[in-house]
Structures are given as structure tokens and as C-alpha cells.
């Protein structure tokens, strides 16, 4: 990094002059670390390539407006953080990340999940997609409804034209199901990693 | 608040913590939360494990970036435009104001259509007239006035007028010291500066004729005939015959040789150098030549008269006895 310092300024000076060049050194510089950094919020690739995208466009109109002896890095941080904070805020609050948690803290009290077998939040959300088609319908448009639109009980039920209290229940009964599948899941996933290693 | 975002990072959180994060993040003020993150992302390393998965297209990126672009050209476009309107607008005005006067100065000007020796010409005048010129005929008019209250032409050679019909506004021929005043005929107007008469052939309708002291009607099929000298009409029924410059021909009858020539000179636009033929000056020649077809015309002369001719350079020819 520090013997990257006098390339980097070099390259803001250009970029400030519109180099499309400069803009592409840079912007490969900081592509990965951006990426990465965002992901660990975000929790969702498609959200932290947005932010990169939405990130570096702003590079780009702001060109003029960076400071010389300013790091990239910092002028980066402060283009990309409102973003992130939302991104991080939707995440934390939302029904469908609680549902994984809940279902990573029964794994690890089972002891069935180890660190190489950790499912991602992402990874989660698709297998819980795949498994919510052999649901019953009904239990299908609520689980829909409760953790990817993220509705309460009430909104649910009327716009499923349920009582609430068939609302609650259908939807503990999906996760219940929903928890036992994934501890399987995850112990053929440990299974596989384990037979990977020894292939390895 | 820290720990639980490391945890939250790690996917270490349980049910609990998420509880307490979300309060935390609901009561924390922003600032706190920002702060947090800078620090992480200051010190932060992306290590192999932590790469994207797929790259991100850097194309998609500079897409935006020049869709974003060309939208501020096109609104740079606009004001380019707004601007070269102002300066635009008055040179607009000024010469739309040229030109008006310009155009104006046209209408106030005068009308002229001539044809020279061996030339024909059709006009139609702006009220639907049509006019059929010999050669050597001059038709002037003033477009600001003609067809206002009358429609007013000078006219001086030959030419066949069809007048469209207007009753409301007489059409006027004034030629050297006669007018022709009429509503809408078709008549065949002769009035040539060397020669001595002036004659009108009205083919249809009526016109009344004039000059500076004596006026006459004149009806279908007559012809009238102004004596310069004299300064006097005459009418005479129509001879049944075409009017033969019309039909491309040149009709004579008992014309002395050497009128018959200076007739051809006009028609063809040629010079003829007899002076070898000067005994023919009293011959007279009756009947009718083609007005288009000097060849023919030369043939049929030479056969009448027995002369030898020489088309010498393009229009003189020379004529002289076998």
C-alpha cells in the first residue's frame, strides 16, 4: 500500500483530468477490497455489485471534485456508506435474516455444523427458495408473504384472505419443516466437505 | 455494538445478539454506526477468501457512467440551443425583413418577356392568361398592379392571346398608340414597330379597340386593321385561314422578294447577303414556308428562283445566281 501512495496520487491527478485510463487503474485497485468489504454487509452479492457499480459511476461525476491529498480510499468510504448502511439496516431487521440465524444457532447447539460447512446467508435464501416449493400451497404464499415480503401476521392474512391465527400457525409449521430440512442439508453438507478433504 | 457487527459479519449471531444489534441500531445514532464501518474499512484488507466470486464487469460500470454522460450532453445540447436561439432570433427578424423588401421590390418591378429572332414562347400571366409569342415580341406587366382593378399589358410584335375570363377586370393591351380592351376572347394581336399597319384577329368573344380619337367593336371572325399613317380601322370578316405563325408557318401573299427575306431574317434569326440577286428585289412570292425548318425553306427558294445559296459561318447566307 504505501509504495502504491505516489501511483495512486499520480492516477487521481489524471482521473481529475478525465483519464479514462486512470479511472480503470483504479478502479481495479479498489474493485475487490470495495467488493469485499460491502459483501460482509450487505450479505448479498448482487447488492454489493450494485454498490460497486453505483460507487464507481459516482467516482466519475465527482472526478473534479476530489481532494489531491485526499486517499481514494476515503473519497470511496464516503460515496459508498449511505448505501451500505441501508443495505446493512434492510438485512438486520429483515424477518427472512432472523429465520437464519435462528436456524445457524439450533445447527450449532446440534453441534451438526462446523466452520468449513457454514452456510451463507446468501446460500440460505436460495436453498430456502428451492425448499419452499414442496410446501403446501397455502404454507408456500405465507412464507412468501411473512419472510420475502416481508409482511406481519395481520398484513398477511389479509392479503392471503386468512384468518390470523391460521396465518401463525401454517407459518410455524413451515419453519419447523423448514429447520428440520436444513439441519439434513447440513449434514450431508458436512458429509460432502468432509469427503472433499480427504480428496484433497 | 462492535462485537455484534463482527459477529453479524461472521454469521456468529445468535438469536439473542440479533435482538440486541437491532435495538442497538434502532435507538444508535447513525453516526455512531458510520464510524464503526470507516474504522473497519480503514484498516480493511481484502484477503483471497474474500474475492468475488464472479468478476464485476467493469463494461457495466463505464455503461452507466456513459449512459449518465449522454444525458448531461443532451441537456448541454439544450442549452447550446437556447443560446443559439437568442443570437438567432434577431438575424431570423432581420432577414425575414430583407427579404419581405427585397420580394416587394420584385413586385414593383416590371415584368418582362421577350424573344428575339428564330424564338417562340408560351407565358401564362398570373391570372390564367396564356400567351403565345412570335418572334421579336416584347410583353411587359407590373405584377404589383396587374390584376387588381384591370390587367394591364404592353405588348409590341406578335402574339396569339388566350384571356382568361374575368368580367369584373378588363384586360388591357396598350401597343405603340392603340388599346385593345377586352374580357376574356382568343385573338391573334399584330403590332409591329416597322411595319405599317396594326391588325387584331379575333378568333372568339369581343373586344373593343382604340386609339387616341376613334374606338371600334370587333366581333368573332372579323379582323381589324389599324393604318398608322391614317390613324384609321378598318374591319374585315375573317379570311378562312389558320393563323399560320401558330401552326409553325410563315404565310405570304404577293410579298416582294426582298420583304419575304427580311420576314425569314426574323424567323430564323439568320442574315441573308443577296446583292448578287438584286434583280429579284420586285419578285413576288405567294404562299406559305415552315417557320421551323430552314433547310426546306432554302430548298424550296432555290427551286422557285433558280439561285445557288451558301449557309457561310452559323446565320449568314449567301445567295447568288446559278
Known amino acids: ?32 477490497r470495495l467488493y469485499a468489504f460491502a459483501y460482509q454487509y450487505t450479505k448479498s452479492k448482487e447488492d454489493a455489485e450494485e454498490i460497486i457499480q453505483d460507487t464507481f459511476t459516482k467516482l466519475w461525476t465527482y472526478r473534479k471534485s ?49 466452520a468449513s460447512s457454514r452456510l451463507e ?39 392471503l384472505q386468512l384468518s390470523e391465527q391460521t396465518v401463525r400457525n401454517q407459518f410455524s409449521l413451515a419453519l419447523k419443516s423448514l429447520r428440520r430440512y436444513l439441519l439434513s442439508k447440513n449434514l450431508l453438507g458436512l458429509f460432502f466437505s468432509l469427503l472433499y478433504v480427504i480428496k484433497t | ?51 468475488p466470486k464472479k468478476e464485476i464487469d467493469y463494461n457495466a460500470v463505464w455503461n452507466e457512467i456513459e449512459r449518465k454522460t449522454i444525458k448531461n450532453i443532451v441537456i448541454n445540447w439544450r442549452r447550446i440551443l437556447s443560446y443559439a436561439a437568442i443570437f438567432l432570433l434577431p438575424i431570423l427578424l432581420f432577414s425575414t425583413f430583407y427579404f419581405y423588401r427585397e420580394a416587394r421590390g420584385v413586385m414593383t418591378q416590371e415584368m418582362i418577356v421577350q424573344t428575339e429572332a428564330g424564338e ?38 406578335e402574339g396569339y392571346f388566350q384571356v382568361a375570363r374575368n368580367e369584373e377586370i378588363p384586360f388591357i393591351i396598350s401597343s405603340q398608340n392603340i388599346q385593345l380592351k377586352v374580357l376574356g376572347t382568343e385573338f391573334n394581336f399584330r403590332s409591329r414597330e416597322n411595319q405599317d399597319n396594326i391588325e387584331v384577329i379575333l378568333e372568339k368573344g369581343h373586344v373593343l379597340l382604340s386609339s387616341s380619337d376613334k374606338y371600334i367593336e370587333l366581333f368573332e371572325n372579323e379582323t381589324a386593321i389599324y393604318d398608322k399613317q391614317t390613324g384609321t380601322f378598318s374591319v374585315e370578316k375573317q379570311k378562312d385561314e389558320p393563323i399560320h405563325w401558330l401552326q409553325k408557318e410563315l404565310y405570304f401573299q404577293n410579298t416582294p422578294f426582298a420583304d419575304l427575306l427580311k420576314i425569314l431574317e426574323e424567323a430564323y434569326n439568320v442574315r441573308f447577303e443577296w446583292q448578287a440577286c438584286e434583280y429579284l428585289a420586285g419578285d413576288r412570292f405567294s ?26 459561318t452559323a446565320r449568314v447566307i449567301v445567295i447568288r445566281p446559278e
Open chain 1, 1 to 32: 500500500m504505501e509504495q502504491n501512495e505516489p501511483i495512486e496520487q499520480q492516477y487521481i491527478r489524471e482521473l481529475k483530468n478525465s483519464s479514462r485510463k486512470a479511472f480503470n487503474a483504479l478502479y481495479r485497485m479498489y474493485c475487490a
Open chain 2, 287 to 312: 404562299g406559305t414556308l415552315p417557320s421551323s425548318n430552314l433547310r426546306s425553306v432554302l430548298e424550296i427558294l432555290r427551286k422557285s428562283y433558280g439561285f445557288e445559296y451558301e449557309v457561310n
Open chain 2, 1 to 51: 455494538m462492535k462485537d455484534l457487527i463482527e459477529k453479524y459479519k461472521r454469521n456468529e449471531l445468535t438469536p439473542e445478539e440479533l435482538q440486541t444489534l437491532r435495538a442497538k441500531m434502532a435507538a444508535g445514532n447513525a453516526q455512531d454506526l458510520e464510524g464503526i464501518m470507516r474504522e473497519d474499512w480503514e484498516g480493511f484488507q481484502s484477503g483471497p477468501w474474500m474475492m
Open chain 1, 121 to 159: 446467508f446468501e446460500e440460505f435464501r436460495e436453498m430456502l427458495l428451492v425448499y419452499i416449493r414442496q410446501l403446501p400451497v397455502t404454507q408456500q404464499k405465507i412464507v412468501y408473504c411473512r419472510l420475502f415480503d416481508e409482511l406481519t401476521p395481520p398484513e398477511t392474512a389479509q392479503k
Open chain 2, 120 to 157: 417562340h414562347a408560351n407565358i401564362t400571366l398570373p391570372d390564367g392568361t396564356s400567351v403565345n409569342l412570335n418572334v421579336r415580341s416584347r410583353l411587359t406587366y407590373n405584377p404589383a398592379d396587374f390584376n387588381k382593378r384591370t390587367r394591364r399589358i404592353g405588348f409590341i410584335g
Open chain 1, 66 to 114: 476530489i481532494r489531491q491529498e485526499e486517499s481514494l480510499a476515503s473519497f470511496l468510504f464516503q460515496i459508498a456508506k449511505n448505501l451500505l448502511i441501508n443495505r446493512f439496516h434492510s438485512v438486520v431487521n429483515s424477518p427472512l435474516f432472523e429465520e437464519y440465524v435462528v436456524a445457524h444457532h439450533e445447527a450449532v447447539c446440534l453441534e451438526t455444523e462446523s
